[in-house]
């Protein structure tokens, strides 16, 4: 028998992963459009800053994620 907290860990679980993919898809069209860009060094330099930091928490949440759903799974 499943109960709540399980269902509710498989959710946020499901929530993080999902939100990691995003990330990753944003950011991955958004660094493929900067490598074409034709735009000065500074902006290009402080959008791929930003670009890694946004990949890095990503990795954390997709990873979180992926411990929590093994943990709702037991």
């Known amino acids: ?3 709540a907290p399980e269902v509710s860990l498989r959710r946020v679980a499901w929530v993080m992963l999902f939100a990691a993919a995003w990330s990753v898809f944003v950011w ?3 660094i493929l459009i900067l490598l ?3 735009r000065s060094l500074g902006f290009l330099v ?3 800053v930003i670009a890694a930091i ?3 928490f990503a990795a954390a949440l997709a990873w979180y994620g992926w411990m929590l759903l093994r ?3 037991g």
């Open 71 to 73: 943990r709702a799974r």
């Open 36 to 38: 074409r860009d034709d």
């Open 46 to 48: 402080v959008h791929y």
């Open 1 to 3: 028998m499943v109960t």
């Open 54 to 56: 946004s990949l890095g």
């Open 28 to 30: 991955g069209n958004r």
